[in-house]
């Protein structure tokens, strides 16, 4: 195989699923949908720490809207999978009611981790919610929640780079990367 960068994460190998600048130019897209989605209307992000740090950050330049963005801090991965129970590290202090909000998150897998997201701003009485994901699982994804855009929809295997991590680490590399094995 030729052309296809391989980086070692804590030992272990990984190797290039998305380049960088193929994410730049779909957030480019993702973008320029939001903008025209959203013209003329105000509306607050929500971005879910710490994957989607990165992403939020690219995205929201973008923006040419008159917007606000927050975080919270939900965890459900523990190493390389799935727990299936979410916890809240970092809550909402926003005042969100009224509000159309566009949640930003880095990546769905089985969509716990959205499903409570969803569900607490429900209780929040918002006006309406959008959801933005960078990376979609769709063979794992388990929940009826409609995502309005998606940056790309990937297999089973689990990434790190640009926001994601493994035991931590990984994240500052900009482009996204598939553990291999
Ligand atoms: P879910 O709750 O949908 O099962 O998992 C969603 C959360 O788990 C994501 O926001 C992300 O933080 C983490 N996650 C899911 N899949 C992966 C993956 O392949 N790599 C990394 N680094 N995190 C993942
Ligand atoms: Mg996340």
Known sequence: MMGLKEVYILGKKFRELI????????IDELAARINND?????VVFVGILNGAFMFAADLFRRLDLQARITFIKLASYAGTSSTGTVRELIGW????K????????DI????????YAVNN????NVTDIKVAVLLLK???YRK???IDYVGYEIPNDFVAGYGLDYNGFGRNLTSIYSLVG
């Open 98 to 105: 009224d509000k159309q909000v566009i949640i930003i998150d």
């Open 121 to 124: 701003l429900i209780i929040r």
């Open 38 to 42: 959203f013209a003329g209307r105000e």
């Open 93 to 96: 202090n926003e005042d969100l």
């Open 144 to 146: 009826n929640i409609r």
């Open 19 to 26: 380049p960088e600048q193929s994410l730049q130019e779909r």
């Open 108 to 115: 769905v897998d089985r969509g716990d981790t959205l499903e």
């Open 138 to 140: 769709p063979g794992s």
